[in-house]
Nanobody, 125 residues
Framework: QVQLVQSGGGLVQAGASLRLSCAAS????????MGWFRQSPGKGREFVAA????????NYESSVRGRFTISKDNDKNTGYLQMNSLKPEDTGVYYC??????????????????WGQGAQVTVSS
């Protein structure tokens, strides 16, 4: 079993930056691929980014590519989503997710069996 605890999020103005963190326990962190999803009111959980368990492969949803960066720090057992140049349409609840030996290619929520509690990100115009 894997436990994921998120931190970060908040209210920012358009153009600002935020970093979300996702601390993992329960399994060797080096075994975990990670993903980030977001959910807006009335919408399903949308893929944002993923990274392979080794950190060498990353994948981004097209609207965030070039603005967001996914990473994982094996020494700290923590994954990150650095979000720059935020836009109002980036508003939503952001969830981190993990899968064992994930390749960083999963874009569906069903690809990830373990989930964080979610963090609200609100970007004002």
């Amino acid at each position: 079993q894997v436990q994921l605890v998120q931190s970060g999020g908040g209210l920012v103005q358009a153009g600002a930056s935020l970093r979300l963190s996702c601390a993992a326990s329960g399994r060797a962190f080096t075994m975990l691929g990670m993903g980030w999803f977001r959910q807006s009111p009335g919408k399903g959980r949308e893929f944002v980014a993923a990274i392979s368990y080794g950190g060498g492969n990353t994948n981004y949803e097209s609207s965030v590519r070039g603005r967001f960066t996914i990473s994982k720090d094996n020494d700290k057992n923590t994954g990150y989503l650095q979000m720059n140049s935020l836009k109002p349409e980036d508003t939503g609840v952001y969830y981190c997710a993990a899968d064992v030996y994930g390749a960083g290619t999963g874009t569906l929520p069903t690809s990830f069996p373990f989930w964080g509690q979610g963090a609200q990100v609100t970007v004002s115009s």
